[in-house]
DNA sequence: TCGTAATAATGAAACGATTCAAGTAATCGA
DNA sequence: TCGATTACTTGAATCGTTTCATTATTACGA
């Protein structure tokens, strides 16, 4: 726009000056310019203010003013070989453990200098993928990754060009990356063992796909906990999705089973599906939580505390996650990413009235 | 790891390209003289495909999967002058109002091919503004941004840059920015209205900072409703921050009062602050949701639905509000930012159990 | 066989910051 | 006043792409 522009004399005295500030944003050059200095100079009062006289400081940074300067980013990263951004992918935003996780990484990540690229894959592994390609053309410094297909491959790959990644609620062996997770296995036999120690025995388990390594750990100690009473049974019922929609769709069902083959103890891989579950049952007023059948969650999120039937869960420590990530991460940075270290939390039961004993037969 | 390593006889052949997979990320000059071609041609291979024989196009792609190479993004916005990026600010992720549009903003940008970086300012002017630094540093195409502090100036430097913004959830004079949000007085007048509509005369209206946009708005159309009825008052409780933390504070205030100074219709800013404050009641049984009191809340979560007492709402489309903000951005892109647009969406009533018709005096 | 298009391929220049070896100015002790 | 430090400043080289004016190659009709 605008191109054309005759130099008339009636043109006024700061033009030059004023061309730059519409058309293009100020350089270092322009800068330098201004200030009658060198390049490097302002280079220096950027990053080494001390290299640099007061008087030319100043003149320097009233340049800056006056041009309205901001550095330009693409242009240190060219030089420095790397941005100032770390990559974090999870499987879904929309599930509060997974922000207030995300969110504790990016405020860790801000102490130290650096901001969080987040995104969400969706639980698609091709998304996830697309995700991993872009961070890797933007040359994020390392990679926070709550994997849900199989990524090892690209992981190594990205290490062995000097991008570390550290996984993230889910455990690797410590050979190849760090990683920070939560027991899954300890946190599916707490939820089970807590619906058996109040007389369930008839569970099912609510969850996604078993390929995610969480669900399927989640279940693994479910089962452990249900073959210890040789009376009791765990069902499991394939959501397809961990969100509430596929919960309520998972209720549907329940709901149309007679009371003899309805489950007496539900324990869902995470609080969206109870809620789903949860809303179902609910909404039909056919079954009542906790008479007719517990209901116990996973991540205890906000939520949870504040549902029709205050729910039941485990909790895991997001703050201490997403922090503990980042830390490792930046471990991984300084050594050279030479050795690995895996943090792993323990869960919490948290009982609330969805699992409240009720009195009952066997 | 690995050093050191002489360049005894015992090295393999093909050592210096070993070093080179070891070392640096292959760039575009590696390919191209492992094709041998010129740099420009590989730049067209992967621009440009039509401009280059199949037969060199087939050398350079066999080049490019051998060394691994990954485009670098910084070179290239650097030469581009912008990025491939859009910048998007929300006052909190934990709220799902905010989560639920930045995903279908982030759905409808990688449509239209570029990617989404999001930012949390926690209702904080101070972290907004030092998003906006930094997306600015970044050269992101544009901003998408749901204010806290006064921004205009900013974002007006911003446009003159060539970096257009557009306000979401905030209603602006086309005159400046464009903009997409929803009638938030009109909500605001729904809620009250409702609450007048089912008996109730003492109405509280608990919101964040008034100087926040949206809450004055909200909290002007239920003055608008309260007005039409002169035996209705309103009373506003002040509640610092719009979390279920804050709710639960002034929750806790509210169990403390008497009956009769207790509010019979409670309309909260957002559901976040709804649930908080249903929480404190349900938790200290000493008032119950709908016959003491009732509450409405605002955004209709999915939490909402399943809330202890299922929450009415008034819901706003998300969805639609993320997708067209990138749409209307696209447009200021193409036009030149000349010309601006305002869209507002009309919110909706949901009527659910805690503000459901009690057996009711005046 | 030659001239003329069309088609491919080339490689230098530019983008904007950082780095660093080299140069200049100021300071100080003798 | 000189030489030696120290304190600042300079500006060319560099990072990895894209662009584009040139040059090389090929194809085709006369």
Known sequence: MSGVHHQGPACQRPMAQQWRNMNRTASIKDVANQARVAVGTVSNVLNYPDRVSQRTKDRVLAAIEELGFIRNDAARQLRAGH????????????????????????????????????????????????????????????????????????????????????????????????????????????????????????????????????????????????????????????????????????????????????????????????????????????????????????DDIDFAESAVVPLSSIRQPTEALGRTAIELLAEELETGSSAHRSVIFTPELVVRHSTSRTIFGS
Do not use: K
């Open 83 to 298: 941005s100032r951004t770390i990559g974090l992918i999870v499987p879904d935003v929309g599930n509060p453990f997974y922000t207030s996780m995300a969110r504790a990484a990016e405020t860790a990540a801000v102490l130290q200098g650096s901001a969080v690229l987040l995104g969400d894959s969706s639980q698609d592994a091709g998304r996830e993928s697309n995700y991993i390609d872009l961070f890797q053309e933007q040359r994020v410094q390392g990679l926070l990754i709550s994997p849900v297909g199989d990524v090892t491959d690209r992981l190594q790959a990205l290490r062995d060009r000097g991008i570390p990644s550290v996984l993230v609620d889910r455990s690797a062996d410590a050979s190849s990356f760090s990683s920070v997770s939560v027991d899954d296995d300890a946190g599916g036999y707490l939820a089970a063992r807590h619906l058996l120690d109040t007389g369930r025995r008839r569970l099912a388990f609510v969850g996604g796909p078993v390929s995610i390594q969480q669900v399927a750990d989640r279940l693994h100690g479910a089962r452990r906990a249900v073959a210890e009473n040789p009376d009791a049974s765990l069902e499991v019922l394939d959501s397809d999705g961990q969100t509430v929609l596929a919960g309520r769709r998972v209720g549907n069902d329940l709901v149309g089973r007679g009371p003899q083959v309805l489950p007496d103890g539900i324990f869902c891989a995470n609080d969206l599906l109870a809620l789903g579950v949860m809303q179902s049952l609910a909404m039909t007023h056919t079954y009542r939580i906790p008479e007719d059948t517990a209901l116990i969650g996973y």
